[in-house]
């Protein structure tokens, strides 16, 4: 059973209520890896993946080196992490991280920077013999060890230290797949600040500004609510929504559009996957048609949503590639899609025709999930696209995400005519307004 509820608190820690408690918080998820490791053939676990490092050792050096894999950690049978960090953050570590007994499992190491270091340095090489240390101190040299991502030359170098390299991600992914009652506070917190951005963008949207501008603001919002991490904010509006191209640009936003946003940030390392959609101004019925039919989608899935359910279940109410337009799955890939959040944007469970109905996986209470559906409409250049979190509870789910979602929502200014206002329901071309141009 969760051990909290599934809402939000305070930002600040405060002695008068019990909020997230952040030392259960890197005990149990330390606890979940353990465990993990020892029902595996393992003799240890080598983290290069900066979620993975974090939920193993409960550090951080910012997200600026996310993509370098700088740094590295080892957890062996039997015994506590040791992170081998950049520079003066392991003096940092030691002075302020005590789970991890100072310099003791705190220490100064680096990896190959990409290839930057000429590969003379002896870099890997060095890395390799550390890790070959620790296993040999406590007797696993001869054991597999397995390893997240690592680059080529330290996988090389590993393997001319005498060790046996082999997968060690599913090992991670595992162990992560069921979150603890803080994570999933946390991450119904990081939901409750993209609420926030949404209701600011909402206010903002209107004919003139641009992709980019919503972007930034929507940033801006997170970051002074205290996010972490802004990863990206996929701003996508009118001819562009269809294809989805998953990415924002400068476009100048016009009346009439169809826009939708996709908001991922992070909370204390609890990321969010988030998709809203609007009009702007009024929506041509062809959008309306498309968004209540990317809503059903949505509904059906939420629906069938509970512990003993499968992957599987929850595609087969999704439409084949080959109903809105792509030739197979793999070409419509992440268009009706769904994954598990945490640490990372993309953890297991993964929602898929390409792989989920010939290899489900079953639900679980205390999974974290986000479902994404998207609809084409019928003019060619509109696009529907909604995105709910869930927390699997222990009869059904509970949807985290907050914004309001079940109608399409139009965005902008109310227009007024000399009859009245405006219908929201309309074509962005005028003459297709008029009773000649519907046709009477």
Known sequence: MLTVAIGTYGMNAVDWEERIDLDRLRSQRLARLSDALERSELGAVLAFDFANIRYMTATHIGTWAMDKFIRFSLLCRGSEPIVWDFGSAARHHQLYNPWLDGPKRARAGISVLR?????????????????????AERGLLGAPLGIDIAEMPVLLALQRAGIEVVDGQQLFLEARRIKTGDEISLLTQACSMVDAAYEELYEFLRPGVKENECVAL???????????????????????????????????????????????????????????????????????????????????????VRPGATTADIVSLWPRAEEFGFANEEAAFALQYGHGVGLSIWEKPIFS????????????????????????????????????????????????????????LVAGRRYWTVGGPLPLNREAQSHLNTAAGRGE
Request: hydrophobic share 40%; charged share 25%.
């Open 218 to 304: 929507v940033a801006k919002k997170l970051y002074d609510l205290g996010s972490e991490y802004v990863e990206g904010v996929n701003a996508i509006s009118g001819e562009r929504c269809s294809p989805h191209p998953h990415v924002y640009s400068d476009r100048l936003i016009r009346p009439g559009d169809p826009a939708f946003f996709d908001i991922l940030h992070s909370h204390m390392g609890y990321r969010t996957c988030y998709y809203r959609c609007f009009a702007v101004g009024s929506a041509s019925p062809a959008m309306r048609d498309a968004y209540v039919r990317c809503r059903e989608y949505m509904d059906r899935a939420i629906a069938a």
């Open 353 to 408: 025709r390409l792989v989920s109905l010939d290899h489900p996986e079953v639900l679980e209470e205390g999974m974290v999930f986000a479902l994404e559906t998207y609809w084409p409409a019928k003019d060619g250049f509109s696009a529907a696209r909604i995105e709910e979190e869930v927390v699997v509870t222990a009869d059904g789910c509970q949807v985290i995400t907050k914004f309001p979602a079940e109608e399409l």
């Open 115 to 135: 290839g930057a270091f000429h590969p003379d340095a002896g870099i890997a090489e060095e890395l390799a013999r550390k890790i070959a240390a620790e296993l």
